[in-house]
């Protein structure tokens, strides 16, 4: 372990407390994707860069890369502008729901990492 066990529990709890802020918030996808490579960071900094705690963030299932959820809407304008249809300025893809049971999953794996530190 690269971080003492008293800093990586403060880390990993500051990233769950951020995920259920982020939960709660109607928030774009460039916010989660911060907070998603935060997460990876912060692993990395824990475990080390080829960790199985890293690997299985990794399995912790977006559907779509938060990087892809954000450039959607303009992707999607630009698609049908080219067929004759204008979007307006203002549109989004709602991502609330999405969002809610990544960051959840998300969240208890932290605490599952919380609880394995605190113990272990």
Not at 39 to 54: D, H, M, R
Not at 55 to 68: A, H, L, R, V, Y
Not at 70 to 75: A, L, T, Y
């Amino acid at each position: 372990m690269a971080m003492e066990p008293h800093e990586a529990i403060t880390c990993l709890e500051r990233l769950r407390g951020e995920a259920y802020t982020l939960q709660g918030e109607s928030r774009g996808a460039s916010d989660l994707c911060r907070w998603h490579n935060d997460v990876f960071e912060a692993l990395t900094q824990i475990y080390g860069q080829e960790s199985p705690e890293k690997c299985e963030f990794e399995q912790i299932s977006f559907g779509m890369p938060p990087e892809m959820l954000e450039r959607g809407p303009e992707k999607l304008r630009v698609d049908l502008q080219q067929h004759g249809i204008n979007l307006p300025e203002s549109f989004i893809i709602p991502q609330t729901d999405h969002n809610q049971k990544f960051l959840t999953t998300a969240a208890e794996f932290l605490f599952g990492l919380i609880i394995t530190l605190r113990h272990g």
